[in-house]
C-alpha cells in the first residue's frame, strides 16, 4: 500500500500532469505574482489562444492548483497552493528535516566548544 492511499495518490498525479506543461506553470506564476485574474487577464502573458489557455485553466482545476470563484458573470481564479504543499512534504519535507537537524546540531556543538574555551 502506498503511503497515502490511494485517493491521495491519484490527486498528486493530477498535479504532476498539470506541472509537467510549461504553460500551465507560467498560468500558476503569474497567479503567484497576481492572485485573482480573470481568462483574458491570464492570457495576455501567453503566446496562445483564449480556448488554449482556457483548456489549461480546467487541467489546473482539475489538479486543484487553481480556484474558480464566480463573480457576477466575471469567473476570477485563484492559486491554490496546497497541493503543492502536500507534494513538499511527501518528496521533499522529510530529507529537508535531516539537513535542518544536522545544521542545529552543528551549530549546538559550536557554541558548546566556544563556551568551554572562553
Known amino acids: ?22 504553460s500551465r506553470r507560467k498560468l500558476l506564476d503569474q497567479l503567484r505574482k497576481n492572485n485573482r485574474q480573470t481568462l ?7 503566446d496562445m489562444t ?7 485553466l480546467l487541467l489546473l482545476e482539475a ?4 480556484v474558480v470563484v464566480w463573480r457576477g458573470r ?8 496546497v497541493p503543492l504543499h502536500a507534494i513538499s512534504e511527501r ?11 544536522a545544521l542545529s546540531d552543528l551549530k549546538k556543538g559550536l557554541e558548546e566548544n566556544k563556551n568551554k574555551k572562553g
Not at 466575471?74 to 491554490?80: D, F, I, M, S, T
Request: aromatic fraction near 10%.
Open 1 to 22: 500500500m502506498q503511503p497515502f492511499g490511494c485517493i491521495f495518490s491519484r490527486e498528486m498525479d493530477a498535479v504532476f500532469k498539470a506541472l509537467a506543461d510549461e
Open 40 to 46: 483574458d487577464e491570464l492570457g495576455e502573458h501567453l
Open 50 to 56: 483564449r480556448q488554449a489557455v482556457a483548456k489549461h
Open 63 to 66: 489538479a486543484n492548483l487553481v
Open 74 to 81: 466575471e469567473k476570477l481564479h485563484y492559486l491554490n497552493p
Open 91 to 101: 518528496w521533499i519535507g522529510k530529507y529537508e528535516r535531516h539537513r535542518l537537524q
